[in-house]
């Protein structure tokens, strides 16, 4: 199985049910679907970048 290109990372339940003949099953399977962790590197990277400019400002120009 290959989730959606925008499914949320998490936990999924997926039940599956066959009948035929008379008879009849189902399964029930845990799926994880997990994201890239680019965007979080990403995201530390901009907040570092934006920390770095505060105190090269500060640092600059000081308590006025």
């Not at 199985?1 to 990372?9: C, G, L, N, Q």
């Not at 998490?10 to 003949?21: E, T």
């Not at 920390?51 to 000081?62: D, E, P, S, T, Y």
Request: glycine share 12%; no cysteine; aromatic share 8%.
């Amino acid at each position: 199985m290959t989730p959606a290109d925008k499914a949320i990372a998490g936990d999924y339940v997926a039940s599956f049910r066959a009948s035929g003949r008379g008879e009849s099953a189902s399964a029930d399977f845990r799926i994880t679907v997990t994201t890239s962790t680019l965007w979080g590197i990403v995201g530390i990277g901009i907040i570092a970048i934006a920390l770095l400019v505060l105190l090269g400002a500060v640092a600059r120009f000081g308590r006025r």
